[in-house]
């Protein structure tokens, strides 16, 4: 069942909306002229042999330790593309939908975007979009909400070559 057909059959409120293909969830918020912030981006986790689809925000970063403390696992490593090719069979490469209860996964819901009113999110393809409320999606999914992501911006800044004469400690 795609998330399309699982949405109509649970009478939900939403509306789909197309758009030239993109690929990334931070592409979805420009070409729906939105945040990136209200783009729900689900990446798929594996932990001791368990997949998880991990939803958070398009301008956010998974937190592989967050998710690791958070379930207790020895070992999280992000899935592979042919793993999420097994996983989501309905969908194309990524454009897979954030509901892991239409694929047997449990749903990890950052905190950052559970607090959202609505989100956005890509419905199996590249070219289309599915606005959803928070509510509606939380009531459907029923994920497990916690803080697992930190802002996209840090990776940048730890990215930048240490320059000892800009170098303030007190900065942060």
């Known amino acids: 069942m795609t998330v399309l057909e699982y949405l109509r059959a649970e009478h939900c409120n939403y509306r789909v909306t197309e758009h030239k293909p993109v690929y990334t969830a931070e592409q979805l918020a420009t070409a729906e002229h939105i945040s990136p912030r209200n783009v729900a981006k689900p990446v798929i986790v594996r932990a001791d042999g368990r997949y ?7 301008d956010r970063r998974i937190d592989i330790y967050a998710i690791q403390k958070h379930l207790k696992a020895k070992n999280v490593r992000l899935a592979s593309e042919h793993e999420m090719e097994y996983l989501f ?6 454009a897979e939908p954030p509901f ?6 449990p749903t990890l819901m950052d905190k950052s975007l559970a607090k959202d009113t ?3 999110f890509q419905a199996g393809s590249h070219d289309r979009a599915v606005w959803i409320s928070t509510e509606e999606y939380k009531k459907l999914t029923c994920p497990d909400i916690f803080r697992f992501s930190y802002p996209a911006a ?4 730890e990215s930048m070559p240490f320059d000892p004469f800009f170098y303030d400690p007190f900065a942060v």
Request: hydrophobic fraction near 40%; include cysteine; aromatic fraction near 8%.
């Open 118 to 120: 609505e989100i956005v």
């Open 100 to 105: 892991g209860n239409l694929y047997d996964l």
């Open 52 to 58: 998880y689809i991990c939803v958070l925000p398009a």
């Open 89 to 94: 069979g309905d969908s194309e490469i990524g």
């Open 154 to 157: 840090l990776d940048e800044i």
